[in-house]
């Protein structure tokens, strides 16, 4: 039984950084060749038969299928990539003015859809002056809404 036993001193510094060397440099190849796959998929001017080409030669000649793609397609796919990360923003942007200004209608609004039903019959005038005066007493108009102010000690109304 002779083994040989490896400690941690029988591997020497430049080894240690050969191996995190190539570890990192495999983990950036997994990384380019995944993004060169979503590159792939997310260009809607390349048609279904030549993304599965380039989807084949990729996967079935790795190294050389990226480095093909990186030359003849590499200048685009940041122009793609710029385009969905506008899209995305733009999207995003939309949806925060959509559901910030979308909470409340406005007075004018509010009063609008109250004189409709007015002239419709579905409410009195009794009812159309009280929705009116809550409109624009305590809240104030519905645009610059403020929270009711916590009541105070009972005036015996």
């Not at 200048?75 to 990360?85: D, P």
């Not at 005066?133 to 916590?150: H, M, N, S, V, W």
Request: charged share 20%; aromatic share 16%.
């Amino acid at each position: 039984m002779s083994t040989a036993m490896y400690l941690a001193y029988d591997f020497p510094l430049l080894s240690t950084f050969w191996a995190m060397l190539w570890f990192f440099l495999w983990i950036l190849w997994f990384v380019l060749l995944f993004r060169i796959i979503v590159d792939i998929f997310r260009d809607d001017a390349m048609s279904g038969w030549a993304k599965a080409g380039w989807l084949v030669f990729v996967v079935v000649l790795p190294f050389l299928g990226v480095f093909v793609y990186v030359i003849a397609r590499g200048k685009n796919m940041g122009r793609r990539e710029i385009a969905q990360a506008r899209e995305q923003q733009a999207a995003f942007d939309s949806y925060v003015r959509e559901t910030a200004a979308g909470g409340r209608p406005s007075s004018a609004d509010e009063l609008t859809k109250l004189s409709q039903l007015k002239e419709s019959g579905h409410i009195t005038e009794d009812e159309f002056q009280r929705a009116k005066a809550l409109i624009f007493t305590d809240y104030g108009p519905a645009g610059a809404r403020k929270e009711p102010q916590a009541a105070g000690p009972s005036t015996g109304r």
